[in-house]
DNA sequence: CGCCAGGGTCTCG
DNA sequence: CGAGACCATGGC
């Protein structure tokens, strides 16, 4: 794995498209964060991936270094809006996370903007997590940590409402109800299904950690983001939520999951930059 | 300050 | 099946 140590990719964009959420850039501009328990600090250099912490091999995996990135762009609809995400998202990676953090933080995820997102995690982390040696930040508790906490400790956290959700998801991992490794057989539709029996996982969340903790690249979480770039690419026209997936699925090709990532990051950037300066 | 955020779930027609 | 209400919280 660690051959692809000269794979392209976009390190900053990659970290910041809503995949992941406690990363942290250092003062002399490379990112630190945990890779499970693993700490690592990496930076970018001509597009490659330069390791000063971790395990290569690890490292290389979680960025997913070997994903054929050429053929994923070459498979890209040739509509305006998937070629401008394209060119302005050049060398994103979906990253293979763990599964029971993938699926925690977005069970967390819902009507929260990513900058919330992240403080919910980090606070998660620092009040049950285990610490970690060379690490800032703590490693993601276990779903038998949060399992035994309680949902007043997680609303501590910012939760809000989902706390119950995390809260009873974790219990029932936690007895034995579900096993998320062995989940990874399914194919996708039966993977989704099984996947939002867990409180607090409906058909966009399944399909986030489908996406970033099952490595099925044709899977599209359809966001409210996603939601209004369909609406545009399909002339103004609303659908039900089957209709917009089976469009997507349709109208994205083989790399969905890909090119949707591009197009949730080029928009997402679009607006910060237009934003008006504060006077 | 008010709007909206990588939605899920329950209810009611 | 499909539309609507409700759910807490904080960034911007």
């Not at 390190?11 to 992941?20: E, K, N, R």
Request: include cysteine; aromatic fraction near 8%; proline fraction near 5%.
């Amino acid at each position: 794995m660690s051959n692809f140590l000269s794979a392209p990719i976009n390190l900053a964009a990659t970290l910041q498209s809503g995949q992941v959420f406690h990363w942290h850039q250092e003062p002399d501009a490379s990112w630190s964060g945990l890779i499970d328990k693993m700490p690592a600090r990496v930076s970018e250099k001509d597009r490659r991936l330069i390791i000063q912490k971790g395990d290569p091999e690890t490292i290389a995996k979680h960025f997913a270094l070997d994903h054929p990135l050429e053929k994923i762009v070459a498979a890209f609809p040739k509509d305006a809006m998937s070629q401008a995400a394209l060119r302005s998202c050049q060398d994103i990676r979906i990253m293979r996370q763990p599964r029971w953090e993938c699926t925690a933080t977005f069970i967390t995820s819902s009507m929260k903007q990513v900058a919330h997102i992240r403080s919910m995690s980090l606070a998660i982390r620092e009040r049950f997590g285990q610490s970690v040696e060379g690490s800032k930040i703590s490693a993601y508790p276990s779903f038998e940590t949060l399992a035994a906490s309680s949902a007043a400790a997680l609303r501590d956290c910012g939760l809000g409402y989902r706390a119950e959700n995390l809260l009873k998801t974790a219990r029932i991992l936690a007895e034995g109800g579900l096993d998320l490794d062995s989940l990874a057989k399914q194919k996708n539709p039966l993977l989704r299904q099984s996947l939002t029996k867990l409180p607090g996982v409906g058909v966009k969340v399944a399909n986030c950690i489908l996406l970033f903790a099952y490595e099925r690249l044709d899977a599209v979480p359809i966001d409210t983001w996603i939601h209004r770039i369909l609406l545009a690419m399909r002339g103004g026209r609303d659908g039900t939520a089957t209709e917009l997936a089976r469009y997507a699925r349709r109208r994205l090709g083989p790399y969905a999951g890909y090119v949707q990532q591009y197009l949730f990051h080029h928009a997402r950037s679009l607006k910060k930059s237009i934003s008006p300066p504060s006077p």
